[in-house]
C-alpha cells in the first residue's frame, strides 16, 4: 500500500519568508498527486494538482509544487509568504486509477508571524 | 455548482451509543463518495467509498459501516461508539475515477465520553 510522508509538521515563518514543504510517497506505479490546505475554520480545499506532463504545477494563491519522480517527492513552494497563508496543508497521492480513495499525510500547520 | 453538506457539524457521544452522520451532495449525479476520519495528531484515513447505490468498500476494519441509500447521500453508522470512534469525520466526492480530485464536506467532530 502506498504511504506519504511529510517532514514538517510544525512550521512558522515570519511574512515575505520563502517557504518549501517536503511530501515524499512510497508508490512505484503511476501516481496522481495534490497538495490540500484547510484554513482556520473551513472546509479542506485543493490548492493544486499533478497528473501528467510539466513537472512544475501552478495552483491558487501563488502556491507551487515540482514533482521529482526520482525523489518521490513533490514539495510546495511560495516564494513569498503572507499572514493569510497561516492553514494546515496536507499532501496526498492517488495511485492507480480506481475509484478509491486519496492516501493523505499526517499534515503540516504553518503558522505566519506578521 | 456543485455543494455538499455535512451534518452535524460537531456530536458529543457517550461510549456505547448509535451514531449516525450524514452527507448530501448537490449538483451532480453519481459521484464517488467518501469517508474519511481524521485523529488527534494524523492525517486523513480513508474509511469508506462508494462508487454508487448500494455499493460499499471498506478500507479499515473498524467499528464503523456506511451506507448509500440514494445517488447523493451517504451515511456513517456505528451501532456501539468507542472510546476510540472520536475524531474529526470528512465526507468528499469526486466525479472522475481516473483524476480523483475530492472535494470535501465541512466535517464532524465527534467526541465519545
Known amino acids: 500500500a502506498q504511504s506519504v510522508s511529510q517532514h514538517n509538521h510544525h512550521v512558522i515563518l515570519s511574512e515575505a519568508a520563502s517557504l518549501e514543504l517536503g511530501c515524499n510517497y512510497s508508490y512505484g506505479g503511476t501516481v496522481n498527486l495534490f497538495w490540500y490546505v484547510q484554513y482556520p475554520g473551513q472546509h479542506l480545499q485543493l490548492l493544486l494538482k499533478y497528473f501528467s506532463g510539466d513537472p512544475l504545477v501552478k495552483g491558487i494563491k501563488g502556491f507551487e509544487a515540482e514533482f521529482i519522480k526520482s525523489k518521490f517527492s513533490f514539495n510546495l513552494r511560495k516564494p513569498s509568504v503572507q499572514w493569510s497563508d497561516t492553514a494546515e496543508y496536507f499532501c496526498a497521492v492517488k495511485a492507480g486509477g480506481g475509484a478509491d480513495g486519496l492516501t493523505f499525510g499526517k499534515g503540516t500547520h504553518l503558522i505566519i508571524q506578521p | 455548482s456543485q455543494t455538499i453538506h455535512q451534518w452535524p457539524a460537531t456530536l458529543v457521544q457517550p461510549v456505547g451509543s448509535p451514531l449516525s452522520l450524514e452527507c448530501t451532495v448537490e449538483?451532480?449525479?453519481?459521484?464517488?463518495l467518501y469517508w474519511y476520519r481524521q485523529a488527534a495528531g494524523r492525517g486523513l484515513q480513508l474509511l469508506f467509498y462508494?462508487?454508487?447505490?448500494?455499493?460499499i468498500s471498506s478500507e479499515v476494519p473498524q467499528n464503523l459501516s456506511a451506507s448509500r441509500p440514494q445517488d447523493r447521500q451517504f451515511i456513517l453508522s456505528s451501532k456501539k461508539l468507542l472510546l476510540s470512534d472520536s475524531g474529526f469525520y470528512l465526507c468528499?466526492?469526486?466525479?472522475?475515477?481516473?483524476?480523483?480530485?475530492?472535494?470535501f464536506g465541512a466535517g464532524t467532530r465527534l467526541s465519545v465520553l
Open positions: 462508494s462508487v454508487g447505490i448500494g455499493q
Open positions: 468528499a466526492w469526486s466525479v472522475s475515477v481516473a483524476k480523483n480530485i475530492q472535494y
Open positions: 449538483g451532480t449525479s453519481n459521484p464517488n
